[in-house]
């Protein structure tokens, strides 16, 4: 290649980027790098040296009027970038791009939900630790240390003798020790256990625990109020059907279907044709509970019910698979808006 022919290589080249570059920067680069004191024009002038007199002046004649395209090819891009940098910055009158809005967690929805219900009846929400001691999860509930309930309860155990609770029932147990009757107390909050997880378990869920203890308070009080929850929560004239049971931290103690409210008890898809669904544990407060706690189960008594979250609103919303509640789906979550 003659030294004529790499100039008119040079100043393609040079042009193309031009043409090509997309920001002021490059072009400083470009212009370095073309036009600059160890630019390729500038070293083809330097070696204009050692070429016989008239190649010397062709190939300068050359080199000057590239060097001269180039220049105002760089000086046209340099215009036309610093021209369109307005169009980029702030325009009050555009419309605003709008931040993303989140909702609230459908859980955390329907535990509000349930939380007002009880509220209008004149709850106080109470919470307490998810990391728990044996002594609140079981002990005080009335589950002896070689009971054999603890068996249903598969219990995450955490270094220092403590464990993640697994039910929101040792709350009960703080509140019953920290106040004086009456009390109405509701509890909800997340409880673990040792799980399988599968479409209907977890190992993580949630429950929402509640209890009343005053004089003369009777199985009437427990049945008044879940009748007051569920028909406010499932629908109205929806009938409960309590279920002998047995908790340690009840006596008596039972368990509560409400009538399926798709069929009204007809049996369904829904309720497995059995017209009912399970909702809650419930019972009369067990006189040793509040014997731990410091009260006189003479003078005093209480009733006290235990939801779960995950259930109820699987059933309300027709959710099929309890892990859509937790593996943070943006789809599903959103639908809850
Ligand atoms: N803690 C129980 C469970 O997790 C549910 C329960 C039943 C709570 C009866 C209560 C109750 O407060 O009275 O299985």
Redesign the pocket.
């Known amino acids: 290649m003659t030294l004529l022919d790499e100039v008119r290589r040079i100043e393609q080249e040079a042009l193309e980027r031009i043409g090509n570059a997309g920001s002021l920067d490059v072009l400083k680069e470009l212009q370095i790098q073309f036009l600059g004191r160890q630019g390729a024009l500038t070293a083809v002038l330097k070696s204009l040296g050692a070429l016989p007199v008239d190649e010397r002046k062709a190939v300068g004649a050359q080199a000057n009027t590239a060097r001269k395209t180039i220049e105002e090819k760089l000086q046209e891009a340099t215009d036309r970038l610093s021209q369109e940098k307005p169009v980029s910055a702030f325009d009050p009158t555009l419309p605003g791009t709008g931040q993303p809005i989140g909702t609230i967690h459908i859980l955390n929805q329907v535990m509000r939900e349930i939380c007002d219900i009880f509220h209008g009846m004149g709850f106080e929400i109470a919470r307490g630790p998810h990391v728990e001691t044996d002594y609140y999860n079981f002990e005080a509930l009335n589950f002896a240390p070689d009971h054999p309930a603890r068996d249903?309860?598969d219990t995450f155990f955490v270094d220092g003798g403590r464990l993640l609770r697994?039910?929101?029932?040792p709350v009960?147990a703080r509140e019953l020790e920290k106040r004086k009757p009456p009390m109405k107390i509701l509890m909800p909050g997340r409880?673990f256990r040792h799980e399988d997880i599968s479409t209907r378990a977890h190992v993580s869920f949630h429950?929402i625990?509640?209890?009343m203890v005053a004089e003369g308070v009777s199985i009437a009080d427990l049945k008044g109020v879940l009748n007051a929850f569920a028909h406010s929560f499932f629908g109205e004239d929806l009938k409960l059907r309590f279920r002998p049971s047995y908790?340690p931290?009840?006596e008596c103690?039972a368990e509560v279907d409400v009538a399926c409210y798709l069929c009204r008890g007809k049996g369904c898809q829904l309720c497995k044709q059995t017209g009912w669904l399970e909702i809650?544990?419930?019972?009369m407060?067990h006189p040793n509970v509040l014997r731990f706690a410091g009260h006189d189960p003479e003078k005093y008594t209480g009733f006290?019910?235990?939801i779960g979250v995950e259930r109820p609103a699987m059933l309300k919303y027709r959710i099929n698979d309890i892990r859509l509640f937790f593996n943070s789906n943006l789809r599903f979550l959103k639908q809850f808006n």
Do not use: V
């Not at 697994?166 to 029932?169: A, K, Q, S």
């Open positions: 249903e309860h697994t039910h929101t029932t009960q409880t429950q625990d509640g209890f908790f931290f009840t103690s809650l544990g419930s019972g407060i006290a019910f235990g």
